[in-house]
Structures are given as C-alpha cells and as structure tokens.
C-alpha cells in the first residue's frame, strides 16, 4: 500500500531567489514577484478572473510550482493529539519568479 500518498507536509521557510523561472518564455509581459510567500488555490482563481475581466482578448499562461497542503486544528480543539485536517492547498513562491505571462 502506498501510505504516503495523503502524507501531510511539515512548515518548511521560503528562502533565496529563484533565478530558473524569471525569463518569460511566451509573451512579452509578466508579473514577477518581488518577496518570497505562499499564495492559496482563492487568490490564484481571484487573480485569473481579474486579469481575463482587465484584458478580455489577451492569452495568459500561469506558472506555479506543485500544491501543497496547509493543515488547521478547530477552535476548540485543545493542545497535542496531533496535526489537524487539510484546510487548503498553497503554492509557495520564492523571490524573483514569474507567475503569470
């Protein structure tokens, strides 16, 4: 059996910049990212709509590592008995990189 298919990831500190993804391959303009951070699955489809409302006949590609899980424990959960459930996925972004073209 595969056990670690649903493996829950531990917090891990964005550093450094990323110096592979900041040439644009397909278009002309971008949107590069000045801070290393996390942007959840809402913000991303929050962005799309955004930019398909601005620029209504543009192509755009997006470029986003591989999702991760962020876990929460409820409110009135006291402390131990181990990692809560997955609330959302996240991508985290380093410094640098393109995300959108």
Do not use: D, H
Not at 1 to 8: E, G, I, S
Not at 42 to 62: E, G, H
């Amino acid at each position: 059996m595969n056990y670690l298919k649903y493996q829950k990831q531990q917090k891990k500190p964005i550093k450094g910049t990323n110096y592979k993804s900041q040439k644009l391959v397909f278009g002309t303009y971008g949107l590069q990212l000045c801070e290393n951070g996390e942007i959840t699955f809402n913000q991303l489809t929050a962005l799309k709509k955004q930019i398909s409302v601005m620029f209504q006949q543009i192509k755009y590609w997006t470029y986003l590592p591989a999702k991760s899980p962020k876990t929460t424990k409820s409110l009135g959960a006291r402390m131990g008995s181990g990692k809560g459930l997955i609330f959302s996925y996240i991508y985290k972004i380093t410094k640098g990189s393109v995300i959108l073209e």
